[in-house]
């Protein structure tokens, strides 16, 4: 096929991610991606036919990125284009899946694996199974709220119930679903246990990455929710060494958001960039387990780092979304070190610059220790120093619980550059 400098994506998965389906592309190194991406958690959630949690795009072949390359995902825009969304607090109910309500969803009447559905009115029960009727219904809310946006793209409000309802008439037109998605619009559960709360918009990616080098759920391709995989009674059952094999793309961490540079793992010929699960907004930990999904517009910039392994994602996110002891310091605050290293006898401070590590675990623990380990490899560092590093001049972020977490600190200028990734640091931040 002829490498493209611009893709333009509007096919989706059907919630799994595997490294034997046919990508789009090729797009050019250095070339754009564009997409139109559709909403994740709740919808695919409440659609049984789907197989993961979310419904990301058709991954995207980028030229000349292979197994052991990195490739720089510069993120130009993200544009939320859903008029309205439903989100909230979930209750999983057993008698409707097989091991994993995201990845096997049942019939409990007639026993059919993944059914097709159809849709009879609106709320909780209005999810049928094609073949016998029944209601299927493998999450409920336990307390929701459908939320409307203004034009400006600033501002989001929840509604009351003659509202969330009169939406729910029309719930695929008011989520800006395309013709090509096929989940279920969560709008029609018409949740509006909060109502006339406000919000600020501040959207991101929750799915951004590279395709696992094995067939996994798209939700699962992270350790927190992988870990569900192992040994389960379905299909998609890994072994945990096979879980290795993940690229971590899952990250719901809110600064992979426009302006910012994500850095991936290249684990199968030509990457295969994959994206989904917009969030209109989130606050640090995802606590609710859900947020915001909408659909919108995307447009990413993408680059071939050859040579540069990786096990995980590395950010660099704006400098207002770094921590404040991660921040690069000011001429004014540099010009006080140097004072106070001269009245002490030092002739020597080093130069340092952010970077954000992604780990991820089956909690926070063991998340926090996969990314200090993350990090120490990729820099040349011991564990005990990158531990001192994040408590002096970074910290320790979550980005979703069970198990996402950015290690961000200030490292030495001289581990970036033989890390290969002091260009982005200098991008984002200019330091030296």
């Not at 090729?26 to 419904?55: F, Q």
């Not at 990413?300 to 540069?308: E, F, H, S, W």
Request: net charge neutral; charged share 20%.
């Amino acid at each position: 096929m002829v490498t493209q400098k611009k893709v333009v994506v509007s096919t989706y998965t059907n919630g799994i991610l595997d490294p034997g389906e046919p990508m789009l592309g090729p797009v050019k190194d250095g070339g754009i991606i564009e997409a139109n991406t559709m909403p994740g958690c709740w919808g695919p959630m409440i659609s049984p036919h789907l197989r993961g949690g979310h419904e990301v795009t058709q991954p995207v072949y980028v030229e000349k990125a292979e197994p052991g390359d990195a490739v720089a995902i510069r993120i130009r825009d993200v544009h939320v284009t859903s008029i309205a969304t439903a989100s909230g607090v979930d209750r999983m109910v057993s008698e409707y899946f097989l091991g994993d309500p995201y990845v096997a969803k049942k019939c409990p009447e007639c026993g059919t694996m993944r059914p097709e559905t159809i849709v009879k009115g609106i709320g909780q029960e209005a999810i049928r199974c094609a073949n016998c009727g029944t209601k299927l219904t493998p999450f409920q809310f336990e307390h929701g709220y459908t939320a409307v946006f203004d034009k400006a793209g600033k501002i989001g409000i929840t509604v009351d119930k003659k509202t969330a309802e009169r939406i729910a008439k029309d719930a695929r037109s008011y989520a800006k679903l395309s013709e090509s998605c096929k989940q279920h619009p969560i709008l029609l559960f018409a949740p509006h246990d909060i109502a006339g709360t406000v919000s600020r918009m501040r959207p991101f990616m929750g799915q951004l990455g590279t395709t696992p080098a094995i067939r996994m759920p798209d939700s699962h391709n992270a350790d927190d929710f992988g870990v569900f995989l192992i040994g389960a009674p379905h299909e998609y059952a890994i072994t945990a060494e096979q879980l290795e094999h993940r690229t971590d793309g899952h990250m719901d961490i809110d600064a992979a958001r426009k302006g910012a540079i994500v850095v991936a793992p290249v684990k199968v010929p030509g990457a295969g960039i994959y994206m989904g699960d917009m969030h209109a907004l989130q606050g640090d930990g995802e606590i609710a387990g859900h947020t915001m999904d909408v659909a919108g517009i995307i447009t990413l910039q993408v680059n071939v780092i050859k040579g540069r392994s990786l096990e995980g994602p590395v950010l660099f996110p704006l400098l207002e979304d770094l921590p404040y002891l991660a921040r690069p310091f000011s001429g004014a605050e540099k010009k006080r070190a140097q004072s106070l290293a001269k009245k002490w006898g030092m002739t020597r401070l080093e130069k340092a610059a952010p970077i954000s590590v992604v780990g991820t675990g089956a909690d926070l623990n063991k998340a926090t220790e996969n990314g200090l380990q993350r990090a120490a490899k990729l820099l040349d560092m011991s564990v005990p120093e990158v531990k001192n590093r994040a408590t002096i001049m970074g910290a320790i972020e979550i980005g979703r619980l069970p198990g996402v977490v950015q290690v961000t600190f200030l490292a030495p200028v001289s581990k970036l550059q033989s890390a290969g990734l002091l260009p982005f640091a200098r991008e984002q931040y200019g330091t030296a």
